[in-house]
């Protein structure tokens, strides 16, 4: 039964990525821990799958990928990924995960009212260099607590990027920074028979899965798209405060 659990909890989890472009860990792992299932096992698991499930998603969107912006990011990501290790042995991770739950409700609760009132603002962080602080902040919680998407998410939502644009980036700087976060996983001995055997199983289903959620994709307009991508923003918040 645990097998099954496991199973369709991963899937579900590469649905809301292939149609939303992040947000799979922040969904699966506490439905992971739900069932008590062995925590580096999962870290490894949804670390391959999010690899995994980015590749087709930075080739279906390579047309709206920014490299340059990506190539700043990445840059970025990988001076942040000491820094979140050095968080987790020495920062209270209650504390910063309770932090970042409450602006992730705040910040999502705050657009969404906006749009809803037909307010607009303008674009903001217009300068090259703050890509690099994003990409930081992104390594920092990624190498900490597996959520390097939601800042390039937020980071993107505060720049204006266009929905095809925010996809086409969240997808390629998943793909570099996933071959470094699988990569560290191994080394540090988190893959194991299980990880082998979990994946030889999922990996089939995505066939299905990942055009599944391509076609609701298709199925859904900008304007709703980023709506969605707001309340997303709430719902992970939520689940990450109750995770704290």
């Known amino acids: 039964m645990t097998l099954v659990l496991v199973v369709l909890i991963a899937l579900f989890g590469a649905l809301v990525r292939?149609?939303?472009?992040f947000g799979?860990?922040?969904?699966?792992?506490?439905?992971?821990?739900?069932?008590?299932?062995n925590l580096q096992t999962s870290v490894a698991l949804i670390g391959a799958l999010g690899l995994i499930v980015a590749l087709p998603g930075a080739i279906?969107?390579?047309?709206?990928?920014?490299?340059?912006?990506?190539?700043?990011l990445v840059t970025g990501s990988l001076l942040g990924v000491p820094v979140g290790?050095?968080?987790?042995k020495y920062v209270d991770k209650t504390l910063i995960i309770r932090f970042l739950s409450l602006?992730?409700?705040?910040?999502?609760?705050?657009?969404l009212i906006r749009i809803y009132r037909h307010h607009s603002s303008?674009?903001?962080?217009?300068?090259?260099f703050s890509d690099y602080i994003a990409g930081l902040?992104?390594?920092?919680?990624?190498?900490a607590y597996n959520s390097h998407g939601v800042p390039i998410v937020v980071y993107g939502t505060l720049k204006k990027w266009p929905v095809m644009a925010l996809r086409g980036i969240l997808q390629a700087h998943f793909l570099c920074v996933g071959v470094l976060v699988v990569a560290s996983q191994a080394i540090a001995g988190f893959w194991t028979i299980e990880v082998f055997q979990l994946l030889a199983i999922i990996v089939p289903l995505l066939l299905i899965i990942i055009p599944l959620g391509n076609w609701l994709t298709d199925h859904i307009s900008s304007e709703m798209m980023v709506k969605y991508v707001y309340a997303l923003l709430v719902v992970f918040g939520i689940l990450l405060f109750l995770k704290a």
């Open 85 to 88: 290790i050095l968080l987790i």
């Open 103 to 111: 602006f992730l409700i705040g910040y999502g609760s705050y657009c």
């Open 60 to 72: 279906r969107y390579r047309g709206h990928i920014n490299f340059a912006i990506v190539r700043r």
């Open 18 to 21: 292939t149609v939303f472009g």
């Open 137 to 143: 902040i992104s390594g920092v919680m990624g190498s």
């Open 24 to 37: 799979e860990a922040l969904v699966t792992m506490p439905l992971l821990a739900l069932i008590s299932f």
């Open 122 to 128: 303008k674009p903001r962080f217009q300068s090259s």
